[in-house]
């Protein structure tokens, strides 16, 4: 234990030395910063990095350490762009041309939701807005989003995430395809039952109707009727409009309690899924540009050059700004087959110098880089 | 200019002093790891480096760099840990029961495939198996893995990805769920014809069934369409099967041309897809541990805990070892709401080092930590 103990205050003593090398370092940092800066030299230059990763390497004993010296020097390197990017933020004075304001609703104000009455969004909008607003439906979640680019709504309300069936994948795609902005979330509690026409009995059904991820949260209910078609339809309210309109007592929906109130069915079963802590988180759409001073939670998208690293490297500039990351998710880019499109959460509000360096430098070192919204987050962590 | 050039020389010379202070520290650690080894304590021990991180952010003069020592030892102690894991590893003889073996198929070697014949992932199990097997199919995705792991089947044929929709969430999570294994991938080129019954004309279609990312890959086609009812089926062939039996001529089914054949319907429109480069990647599933000398590409999956900045010292890892991550996937943990699983695919060899080095450090800093497999990847970089 003795040894331990000496070969640590070996340890201290080299850190020491580290430290203080760094800090020299950083100085002259600052200074090369404020020459790019007076030229108007790019922070990042990629040929310059790549011979010094190539000097210091030829200077290792062993390949580790080779290896270990190129990562270290990547990171070194990392940190002083990310100085840089700090100095040059702190010259900018709005983010992306996002403004900070207040959402004031009022009787007037258009909200759409994707489905028919009786759809969780529906009970989403009512528990983030309240009554006090015109809400109005529309049938495809690329609907709602046109409708609030067009200015037809001011806000819409869409499910971005189920807490065990995951990612709403068509909504994050519209996300980085529209030019709207996320404002506000709120979370609903999705309790699914199985609805049928009055008069109707379980072992009567034959088909049941629902939408893909009300299918999924149910599906170990499901797997003990395998007798029946599984039918998808654009949202679980809808499922229950099915059934109405067929009169057919065959047929069950597999939608909430609410449907069943306002489609004239009954509860043929309750609490259909699989777990019963079950969440569907929504976002709240705008086209303007605000987020609200007391504004928590960040959400911005981007793609990655097709380089090993590169992801590392990005999320470094959440770390290094000590920005904590609560969500990674990564899509498909239409047309450009294995490449993806990262989504990003993360806590912290725009007016922040940590944000301001930590966004620069991704918007800097990556492609297609949007802030989504700046907006009060709900609490799942 | 000048500037810069004698800027540069100042980092230079700071640069030399650092890698060679880096290059002692490296031999105590190795004397650390000897220690560490000689009374079985663990790689990892969190207390003393959150103490050295207290230590060296103590000497740092403002905020940034603090933020930047911070990180920066923390890398440092990776690098160390990662030492001393290959000093452990390079004693171990396999990796978590993986054995490396050839896949031999025979004329009786059974292979499981979901959906009717005529589905896409039938033409994936004939493009990586050749005929010479005995194919058949199960209804759903979960059966497949059910027959793969009760030995009712040697293989099984799962997609796993499409270029333009994304992953299949639902096999992402049955490969977490179950003890089989990927031991193969494929890629078929997806090209969606709208199928009907003979004689059955466009303008009469009002229903239109198939696969859920069927419809999606097909959503400018189908946007035209908006009076048709769009009905999700469990694959795309089930779809074309069911347009024979109802024998409606207002029914189509989105599936292959193959499809069509299969079920003696004919082609109404060819090439519906949004995309003209749509391909989907199938896996090759079996419940044996096996790995080829030839293989490159390693799937991984963990789950981190809930701290900032876990995964960033995850992916280090790969990183640090010089592993090129090619994807990386996240799916909700069921009864864990806001958590996450993440799936990872990276370059590589069980044989190989860097590998162990790799894994070893993951599967000490995660939990649930799996490897799902290690084969020939096929050129989608």
């Given at each position: 234990m003795e040894d331990l103990v000496k070969l640590r205050d070996e340890i201290d003593a080299i850190d020491d030395q580290i430290v203080s090398l760094f800090e020299q370092r950083m100085a002259v940092a600052e200074n090369v910063a404020a020459f790019k800066r007076s030229v108007g030299k790019p922070v990042l230059d990629k040929e310059r990095e790549k011979i010094k990763i190539q000097k210091v390497t030829e200077k290792t004993s062993n390949a580790f350490n080779r290896q270990a010296v190129e990562s270290l020097f990547g990171q070194i390197m990392a940190v002083s762009r990310m100085l840089q990017y700090q100095r040059l933020a702190s010259e900018r004075t709005d983010v992306e041309g996002f403004q900070v304001g207040d959402m004031v609703t009022t009787?007037?104000?258009?909200v759409v939701y994707t489905g028919?009455?009786?759809a969780y969004a529906e009970a989403a909008m009512?528990?983030?807005f309240?009554?006090?607003?015109?809400g109005f439906n529309v049938e495809t979640f690329g609907d709602a989003m046109e409708a609030v680019h067009s200015g037809r709504a001011q806000y819409g309300v869409l499910p971005i995430e189920n807490s065990s069936t995951g990612s709403v994948n068509e909504v994050y795609d519209l996300l980085s395809a529209y030019d709207n902005h996320i404002v506000g979330e709120t979370m609903i509690k999705i309790e699914h039952a199985l609805l049928g026409l009055p008069g109707s009995r379980i072992e009567d059904i034959r088909t049941v109707y629902s939408h893909p991820q009300g299918l999924m949260q149910c599906s170990r209910f499901l797997d003990a009727h395998r007798e029946w078609q599984q039918v998808s339809l654009q949202n679980t309210a809808a499922s229950a409009k099915r059934v109405l309109d067929d009169q057919d007592m065959g047929q069950a929906a597999i939608a909430s309690r609410q449907a069943a109130k306002n489609f004239g069915l009954v509860v043929l079963k309750e609490k259909l899924n699989d777990l019963d802590n079950n969440f569907t988180r929504f976002v709240v759409?705008?086209?303007?540009?605000v987020f609200r001073k007391s504004a928590d939670k960040i959400s911005v998208c981007f793609e990655v050059p097709h380089e090993s690293g590169t992801l590392y490297n990005i999320l470094g500039h959440f770390i290094f700004n000590g920005l904590s990351m609560t969500r990674i998710e990564s899509r498909p880019i239409q047309g450009k087959p294995w490449q993806y499109r990262f989504f990003v959460d993360f806590n912290g509000n725009l007016r922040e110098q940590a944000?301001?360096?930590?966004l620069h430098g991704i918007q800097s070192e990556t492609e297609g880089f949007r802030i989504l919204g700046n907006y009060?987050?709900?609490g799942q962590q």
């Open positions: 009787p007037e104000t258009k028919v009455p009786g009512d528990s983030y309240g009554s006090e607003i015109r759409i705008s086209h303007e540009k944000v301001r360096n930590a009060i987050g709900v």
